[in-house]
């Protein structure tokens, strides 16, 4: 008798199993989406001959869920920018004083408020080599 409850029990528990795992499933989960990549760089990829001065970087990006933003700016004379130069809101950075003659490399990683983040591509300019053209 022991060992027919046992099959029984053993039976059903087999069955609730296989039956629970083929009953779709309500998940009310809403699926987070990265921002967009960020684009319309200022100055524009490539610039020559930018001021030393009074450098601010812009670009525009938005999120396709429309959560807020904040932005990893990664600025220096690297062609594969690591140095990490602030963390803002906004869709600007200034920059202080730049050396003459030199190459900068810039990108900007966008993160939403879930976690989601795009990197941008690499963006440069190149400042005046002329000290009186400023």
């Known amino acids: 008798?022991?060992?027919?409850?046992?099959?029984?029990?053993?039976?059903?528990?087999v069955l609730f199993t296989t039956f629970s795992c083929m009953v779709p499933q309500n998940d009310n989960t809403i699926q987070n989406n990265p921002p967009n990549v960020p684009s319309s760089p200022s100055p524009v990829d490539g610039a020559k001959n930018l001021s030393r001065y009074n450098v601010i970087l812009s670009w525009e990006c938005s999120d396709?869920?429309?959560d807020?933003?904040?932005f990893e700016v990664y600025f220096g004379t690297d062609p594969t920018p690591t140095n990490l130069a602030t963390i803002t809101t906004q869709k600007s950075y200034s920059l202080g004083t730049l050396n003459l003659g030199t190459t900068y490399y810039w990108r900007i990683v966008a993160k939403d408020d879930k976690g989601a983040k795009t990197s941008?591509?690499?963006?440069?300019?190149?400042t005046t080599s002329c000290p009186l053209c400023q």
Do not use: E, S
């Open 68 to 70: 807020p933003l904040t």
């Open 1 to 13: 008798m022991k060992n027919q409850l046992f099959l029984l029990i053993c039976c059903v528990a």
């Open 120 to 126: 941008g591509p690499v963006w440069r300019f190149t």
């Open 64 to 66: 396709p869920d429309l």
